[in-house]
């Protein structure tokens, strides 16, 4: 991004907000904002694009041209606290050459007592407001840079796009534990002062003293004070002594107390090898060398079905990257950090980085700075990935590009993939989109001729696809009473026979997901989310999904005192309870965010299901994803339909990719695989698709259905949530935004459908009022500016306690 046009006109400061950030008319990524610096400078020295430079990228006049009132460094400064800014502030002499966009500074604002932390995003020279009218930058806090130009300029793209604050976006892109240097302490290091290291000096000193500063020279290293007493055999005394005469220069460092973290056990019954890679292999690689070689931003589907390899084509193009110099990112859903996905790049290269939210804050903090000192070749881990501050970033890999857990849910609700393809593109880097069930987004984007698509149109060593088997839950034959259908129980009977491994999906915890009187109806319902309680069995509790509202189940209606309460619907806990019922011999284990919460558990019951010591594995969609295990020869899937039904425009591609994924855990090895479905809606064309594999057959059925009502990715959408503790205050609040909306679109023709306000699916949420309001346009930039228009200067009466949020591109809809 080129400094904004305005920084030539500067604002007014503290209370004049400036409008700096006049990126681009057009939201859609555009390459050139992202003009790497190295660039500029080398744009710059070519007396040809001169002319066109000074345009583009000049902040700075010539100094001939300076007036007293010009030569002002200024710095300007954003917040990640209201008022966000951004504002000017006078940069102090002696900080001019050393403060950088990316630093931290402290700064008075406003009336406040206290200086404020405020992130750096500009500096330049001149000024032309009124004299004196500037304030001054109190303390610049770091030494370097935090993030470098490129990071700086894609924060400032997402602030933009996203509609989040700057500094918001900084505390996000840089975490807390860097920002609070967790895990370090401050070491005082000694050196001589070479002045007085000359012999006649030495001699001036009593013999300690002499024989201890004689040592450190011979050191030539600094030295803790204590390492010097050890070393040189000496007391305190003479080390001090030094100190107070001159003799020593002490010099503060900050320090990683942590060390190297573990790695993860290599032996993790997985094959050492690598593969000689299939012809499909070959030919996807070929492409993304290529891609690789061509220098310029890319984007590539790596479209393959489940068990094709695409993890092996991601390392081999990364053994590409590595053996250049250059490093690279590798995106995957959490859940996919497993021992397993782990362990396949640990392996193959020297230096990897796992992140992953368990990690302590220093050790965080330790992989940030390994990472940023450039000591990393393969970044892994969730979607913050994709901030790592890579030095020589040559590739970025999203691995089932697909799910939803790339779309951040709380400010800045960002999506991992948009920020990597802006990333990408900014560096001139390929980004590798992975998955078998690719998003329509990006399955969109090939035909638009954004992205390049690379099919891998089968699994490793011819293996079929597993046959899928629908059962109809409407014809009573198959239902037993249970969850399990008669076909899936033999089939599970048959599988457990032949020595061969189960997987059974649900996707929903707990034991009944409602509590409910038979006598007068009633349903225990969360009373801050107003959502029915899931019923728990171990420790008998009832919670709330939505904010966690726990209590013990009552025995008897709370409503009418009727003592035969009754649990319906079906969850993962009573799952289990029936398959150890139906089969008792088996051994069985069970995979859900309840039974995964300490650290480690994902790692304990995967090698147990690997070691065989587990037949049947049945959880949520925890499941469904990445796991490659031979012996698995049959899938069940519980209920298909549990997503199908979701109000969300999205539903039918959830329940594919969701049935789609699952299916793709069996026939990975020579003993093929089965698969079989429980539907209450077998003729569904989501789920008929999903029975035959047939990704291409969804994907042409569902854009006939987003096209109808411009749904992405034909059209944008923004959804806009408003909440508050009083329900007509907050529908007022609301109301009010869509009028500014109204007047929004007005003043600027925007061709933008506003829907709402409305209560959304979850009408309260943690004891507040819900109510949003969904726009929708064919021009994601108008609708951008819609938005950015009305919410500009509008601001609630503190009194009505009422906050909203803006959701570009919304993944959650509820
Ligand atoms: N060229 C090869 N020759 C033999 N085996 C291979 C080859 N490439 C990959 N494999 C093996 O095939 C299996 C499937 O590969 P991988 O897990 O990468 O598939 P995938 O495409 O990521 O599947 P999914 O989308 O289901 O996660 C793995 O066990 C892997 O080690
Ligand atoms: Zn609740």
């Not at 500009?792 to 919304?810: A, C, H, L, R």
Request: aromatic share 6%; glycine share 8%; proline share 7%.
């Amino acid at each position: 991004m080129a400094p904004s046009s305005s920084a030539e006109e500067p604002q007014p400061n503290e209370g004049g907000k400036s409008e700096a950030f006049d990126l681009s008319a057009d939201l859609a990524i555009d390459a050139s904002m992202f003009t790497d610096d190295a660039d500029q400078e080398a744009a710059k020295k070519d007396d040809g694009a001169k002319a066109q430079q000074a345009e583009l990228f000049e902040t700075e006049p010539p100094p001939w041209e300076l007036t007293v009132e010009d030569d002002i460094a200024v710095g300007r400064i954003v917040f990640s606290e209201a008022p966000y800014g951004p504002y000017d502030y006078q940069i102090p002499e002696a900080e001019r050459e050393h403060l950088k966009p990316g630093m931290r500074v402290r700064v008075p604002l406003g009336k406040r007592r206290h200086p404020m932390m405020g992130w750096c995003i500009e500096t330049r020279i001149g000024y032309k407001g009124k004299r004196g009218s500037l304030r001054e930058i109190v303390e610049v806090l770091d030494d370097e840079p935090l993030c470098d130009p490129a990071l700086v300029r894609l924060v400032l793209w997402i602030s933009h796009y996203y509609q989040a604050p700057t500094g918001q976006v900084f505390d996000t892109l840089i975490p807390s534990s860097v920002r609070s240097n967790a895990g370090t302490r401050e070491r005082a290091y000694l050196t001589p002062n070479p002045d007085r290291s000359d012999e006649k000096s030495i001699e001036l000193l009593p013999k300690k003293q002499q024989a201890a500063f004689r040592f450190l020279i011979a050191a030539g290293r600094p030295m803790t004070a204590s390492e010097l007493m050890v070393h040189a055999k000496c007391t305190r005394g003479p080390v001090s002594g030094l100190q107070s005469k001159g003799y020593i220069d002490v010099s503060m460092q900050r320090e990683m107390t942590a060390t190297t973290p573990m790695r993860w056990q290599k032996n993790d019954g997985e094959s050492q090898q690598t593969h000689v890679p299939s012809e499909e292999q070959t030919a996807a690689l070929e492409r993304i060398s290529a891609a690789i070689e061509s220098g310029t931003g890319k984007t590539l589907l790596l479209h393959g079905v489940t068990g094709s390899g695409k993890t092996e084509v991601y390392i081999k193009a990364i053994e590409q990257i590595v053996r250049a110099g250059r490093g690279a990112i590798v995106m995957v859903p959490e859940i996919s950090l497993t021992p397993q996905t782990r362990g396949r790049f640990e392996r193959r290269f020297e230096t990897v980085a796992v992140l992953h939210s368990q990690m302590t804050p220093s050790e965080r903090h330790f992989q940030w700075q390994r990472i940023r000192r450039g000591e990393v070749q393969v970044v892994v881990g969730p979607r913050s990935a994709v901030f790592a501050p890579m030095p020589r970033l040559g590739l970025i890999v999203m691995d089932e590009e697909h799910d939803a857990s790339f779309k951040q849910n709380e400010q800045p609700r960002y999506h991992a993939r948009k920020v990597a393809h802006a990333r990408a593109m900014s560096l001139g880097i390929p980004l590798i989109l992975g998955s078998a069930t690719p998003s329509m987004e990006t399955w969109h984007a090939t035909s638009t001729g954004h992205a390049e698509l690379i099919p891998m149109n089968e699994r490793i060593n011819q293996r079929p696809m597993p046959s899928v088997e629908l059962v109809d839950l409407r014809i009573r034959d198959d239902r037993t009473r249970g969850a399990i259908s008669r076909p899936l129980h033999l089939a599970v009977q048959e599988t457990l026979n032949e020595k061969g491994q189960v997987i059974l999906l649900l996707n929903r915890r707990g034991f009944a997901t409602t509590i409910q009187c038979p006598s007068c109806g009633h349903v225990v319902a969360c009373p801050d989310c107003d959502m029915p309680l899931t019923h728990h069995r171990d420790g008998g509790k009832a919670c709330c999904h939505y904010c966690d509202y726990t209590i013990a189940t009552p025995p008897w209606c709370p409503a009418c005192r009727f003592d035969g309460i009754r649990y319906g619907g079906l969850g993962t806990q009573r799952l289990e309870v029936e398959v150890k019922a139906r089969f008792p011999d088996a051994c069985i284990a069970r995979m859900d965010s309840d039974t995964m919460k300490r650290p480690g558990s994902h790692q304990r019951v995967l090698s147990a299901f690997r070691s065989g010591e587990v037949n049947i594995l049945l959880g949520t969609q925890m499941i469904a994803k990445g796991l490659d295990f031979p012996n698995v020869l049959l899938v069940g899937v519980i209920n298909a339909d549990s997503a199908l039904h979701f109000p969300d425009f999205r539903a039918a591609e959830r329940t594919f990719q969701l049935v789609t994924q699952v299916a793709g855990r069996t026939g990975r090895g020579d003993r093929g695989g089965r698969v079989i479905v429980q539907t209450f809606s077998p003729e569904h064309p989501a789920i008929q698709a999903a029975s035959r594999h047939d990704y291409h057959q969804f994907a042409t059925d569902e854009m006939v259905n987003r096209r109808k009502f411009n749904y992405p990715p034909l059209g944008s959408v923004a959804r806009i949530i408003i909440r508050g503790v009083v329900e007509d205050v907050t529908e007022a609040v609301a109301d009010s935004l869509l009028g500014r909306l109204e007047a929004a679109r007005q003043a600027l023709g925007s061709e933008v459908r506003i829907l709402g306000p409305a209560p959304p699916p979850i009408p309260k949420l943690r004891g507040k009022y819900r109510f949003h309001l969904l726009l929708q346009s064919t021009d994601s930039a108008q609708l951008g500016e819609t938005i950015r228009r009305a919410t500009d200067s509008f601001t609630i009466p503190e009194k009505d306690d009422v906050q909203y949020v803006v959701d570009i591109d919304p993944i959650d809809m509820l």
